[in-house]
């Protein structure tokens, strides 16, 4: 087992990495920039390195900081976390030429992944459904023209070096097409400097199913069952749940042999998350792979209550995984809490947190950094605290969630709280009827006036 990790990351994951190494036996070693030098995972972790301004591209996202860090404290092992240099393959192969474990997949399978043409030809060769559409890389407006027109409109062009999102346009007749995909590149060249674009045949209404898998360094790979991601607003989720309330026990036998399928194909070694679009038909189509822990891990971790950050230094280590697929047995649903204005657009909302009280109580966890007299810096993700809660059924875990929103206090900042507390109380979303449009109908009530 590794006797020191060392967390390239801050805030929440940073807490929960050191949490898992601490019970593990495992010295952790934190690293920030001069903007998180009063934060807890630096006062949690055994030793910390500053390793520079608050700029993510001179502190968190810098290789050569980070490996000085590591060199300094004689960690054996570096843990990740999520974004950030998360799914680098770079740095994963900067980490084995030091002879430091990377914890997570290999650069090949890190590099096969982000690069979604080549993801996708991966899934097809492995008997993994994908959504028809080009073979690989268009090459020109003509080729794109006369494909769309066989697979039908509406049909999406999406950038192979994206995710997320970005480098993305639906177009929706054979008029638009030139503009859109214009746009579509150019937006791929200025954020990724590549842009190769392939098509799909845009899905109506999906809904974004993620199943987690855990592969290890003996061939084996099981799921972990999935989570429904479909609450999202501009490509960034907000409520996150397991298990999806479209599931059925016939259609998650299905998909999770699809994931781990995805899986063996590469070999994959480490915690990683298949992602779906379902359709109002229940068809399901491979989306993407990330190769790194989620945010909401933690929705996984309550209904087949196992601590994933373990499970995957275990794995990462040369442990075998024991244990076939779980199936879970309880309902638990993640809020995000970010530091923004749900009135104004979600605009950020950084600054000083006069007062903080977490929910507490049966069946409520909070993963959070933050603290009364913390600072909101402006230069990270607005992410404060992350509100889990878990009950035998989904109904259940609403009300529960109803209650510890009422009873989560921030002041001082505007959050995401009262955007949720109008989500728990929307009919649509207590049956569980919706899908990745969602957000873009639900129209937040006025704040009372004081
Ligand atoms: C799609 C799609 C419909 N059809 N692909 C969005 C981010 C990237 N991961 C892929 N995305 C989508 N791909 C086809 N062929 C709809 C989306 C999509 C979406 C997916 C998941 C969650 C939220 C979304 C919001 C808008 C569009």
Not at 101 to 107: A, C, D, L, T
Not at 177 to 203: H, I, L, P
């Amino acid at each position: 087992m590794f006797k020191k990790i060392l967390i390239a990351n801050r805030g929440e994951i940073a807490l929960r990495i050191i949490r898992t190494c601490k019970e593990m036996g495992i010295k952790s070693v934190a690293v920030y920039s001069t903007a998180d030098k009063e934060s807890l995972h630096v006062r949690f972790a055994d030793e910390a390195v500053c390793i520079g301004p608050p700029s993510s591209k001179e502190s968190y996202l810098s290789i050569p900081k980070i490996m000085a860090a590591v060199e300094i404290t004689n960690a054996d092992a570096i843990h990740p976390g999520y974004g950030f240099l998360a799914e680098n393959a770079d740095f994963a192969e900067v980490c084995t030429e030091y002879g430091i474990k990377f914890i997570g997949p290999s650069p090949e399978m890190i590099r096969k992944m982000g690069d979604k043409v080549t993801a996708k030809e991966t899934m097809i060769k492995a008997g993994v459904p994908v959504v028809p559409g080009s073979d690989g890389l268009l090459k020109d407006v003509k080729e794109g023209l006369k494909i769309a027109k066989k697979i039908k409109y509406p049909i999406i062009l999406k950038a192979t070096a994206g995710g997320g999102g970005k480098g993305m346009r639906i177009v929706e007749k054979p008029e638009d097409f030139e503009n859109q995909w214009n746009m579509a590149r150019n937006e791929a060249k200025a954020s990724f400097g590549n842009d190769g674009m392939y098509m799909e045949k845009f899905v109506v209404e999906p809904r974004h199913i993620e199943f987690q898998i855990i592969g290890d360094q003996h061939g084996n790979v099981i799921h972990l069952s999935e989570r429904d991601c479909s609450i999202q607003r501009r490509h960034q989720k907000l409520v996150e749940e397991a298990p999806s309330p479209f599931m059925t026990d016939k259609l998650r036998k299905k998909m999770g042999d699809a994931a781990i399928k995805a899986g063996k194909s590469i070999n994959y070694e480490g915690v990683g998350t298949v992602e779906f679009l379902v359709d109002k038909n229940r068809d399901f189509y491979f989306m993407e792979m990330n190769t790194r822990i989620q945010v909401e891990h933690p929705v996984t971790e309550e209904v087949i209550d196992h601590d994933l950050i373990k499970e995957q230094i275990k794995v990462a280590a040369g442990i075998k995984i024991s244990g076939n697929n779980y199936i879970p047995t309880m309902h638990a649903m993640e809020c995000r809490i970010n530091a923004e204005d749900p009135y104004n657009n979600f605009r950020p909302s950084p600054g000083k947190i006069l007062s903080f009280h977490s929910a507490k109580g049966h069946g409520v966890r909070v993963d959070t950094h933050v603290y009364a007299g913390y600072t909101v810096s402006p230069y990270y993700d607005s992410m404060i605290a992350k509100l889990i809660c878990k009950a035998q059924t989904r109904e259940e875990c609403i009300k529960k969630m109803q209650r510890a929103l009422d009873e989560f206090i921030v002041e001082g900042i505007k959050t995401t709280v009262p955007f949720h507390q109008q989500l728990m109380k929307d009919p649509k979303f207590r049956e569980g009827n919706f899908h990745t449009g969602f957000l873009e109908g639900f129209e937040l009530e006025k704040e009372d006036e004081e």
